[in-house]
C-alpha cells in the first residue's frame, strides 16, 4: 500500500506492521543525468522490492534531499546538515511508527547519506520506537565488470532502464570525458578531497556510456529481491536484547 496514494480510512486498515521509506538525494548527476536520480532509483528499488514479498507492506513517500554538501558547487544540488537529515529522517519515522508501523526498512539511493542512516536506525531501535534498519540499493548488488562511480553506469543503466528519457544521451561521451576514475583524491589511505569539484570536472566519477538499459533490468531485479528477503527477515526477526547482568 503506497501511503501518498490511500486515504485515512484506507491507511487504518492496513494489516501490517511493516514499512518501506525510500531516501534519495537532490543533487548533481553530471551533464547527463537529472538531479533527482537518487530519488528515482531508491523509489523505484523499494517498489519492486514491497511488490516481490508477496505481502502487505506500507511504501511511504521519498525523503527527497539528503546529505550531500559535497556536490554543492554543481547549481541545483540541494543538501541539508547532518544534523538536520538525521532529525528530520528520524522523526518520520517515528511518526511512521505511532500508527503501528513499527518496523521500518530506508531504502536508500546516496552514499553520502549511508552512515547518518545507519546512526538513526540505531538510535530508533535501541530506543523502543522502532525496529529500523537501512538498505542502500548499489550496495546490494554485484555489477560485474563495471563500477559504481558516481553518475557512472550502474545508476545511469538503472535510469535507463527505468526511464530512457531521464538519461541525456547525446551528453554521455561529454560525461565521460570530463569524468575522474575514482572517488576521491587519496593518499595514505586517506581521502584528502571533500568536494567533488576538487576531482571531477563534471561531477561523474567513471564512464556512464558503458552500461546499458539490460544492465539496469538486471540490476533492478537484484535489489529489489535483495531488499524483499530482507523484508521478510525484517518483519519476523525478534529485535529483543536479553539482560546480561
Do not use: I, K
Given at each position: 500500500m503506497e501511503l501518498v496514494e490511500s486515504?485515512?480510512?484506507?491507511?487504518?486498515?492496513?494489516?501490517?506492521?511493516?514499512?518501506?521509506?525510500?531516501?534519495?538525494?537532490?543533487?548533481?548527476?553530471?551533464?547527463?543525468?537529472?538531479?533527482?536520480?537518487?530519488?528515482?532509483?531508491?523509489?523505484?528499488?523499494?517498489?519492486?522490492?514491497?511488490?516481490r514479498t508477496g505481502e502487505e507492506v506500507l511504501l511511504g513517500p521519498t525523503i527527497p534531499v539528503g546529505i550531500a554538501a559535497e556536490h554543492r558547487h554543481f547549481p541545483g544540488t540541494l543538501w541539508v546538515t547532518p544534523d538536520t537529515f538525521r532529525a528530520y529522517v528520524r522523526e518520520c519515522c517515528e511518526s511512521v511508527a505511532s500508527h503501528g508501523w513499527d518496523r521500518v526498512v530506508l531504502v536508500n539511493g546516496h552514499g553520502g547519506n549511508v552512515d547518518a542512516l545507519r546512526e538513526i536506525c540505531g538510535t530508533l531501535t535501541r530506543s523502543g520506537t522502532a525496529y529500523a534498519v537501512p538498505f542502500t540499493w548499489f550496495d546490494a548488488v554485484d555489477p560485474g565488470d563495471v563500477e559504481m562511480g558516481h553518475a557512472g553506469p550502474v545508476e545511469t543503466s538503472l535510469l535507463r532502464h527505468l526511464d530512457p528519457d531521464h538519461v541525456r544521451t547525446d551528453r554521455l561521451e561529454a560525461a565521460a570525458e570530463g569524468a575522474a576514475d575514482r572517488w576521491g583524491e587519496w593518499q595514505s589511505t586517506v581521502n584528502l578531497a571533500y568536494?567533488?569539484?576538487?576531482?571531477?570536472?563534471?561531477?561523474?566519477?567513471?564512464?556512464p556510456g558503458t552500461g546499458s538499459a539490460e544492465l539496469g533490468a538486471t540490476l533492478l531485479d537484484a535489489a529489489a529481491d535483495q531488499l524483499a528477503d530482507l523484508l521478510g527477515v525484517v518483519a519476523s526477526r525478534d529485535h529483543s536484547r536479553p539482560d546480561r547482568k
Open positions: 486515504t485515512w480510512t484506507e491507511a487504518a486498515e492496513a494489516e501490517t506492521n511493516l514499512a518501506v521509506l525510500p531516501v534519495g538525494s537532490t543533487e548533481q548527476h553530471g551533464p547527463h543525468a537529472p538531479l533527482g536520480t537518487d530519488v528515482f532509483t531508491a523509489r523505484a528499488v523499494a517498489r519492486a522490492g514491497v511488490d568536494d567533488t569539484t576538487e576531482f571531477s570536472e563534471n561531477g561523474v566519477v567513471g564512464d
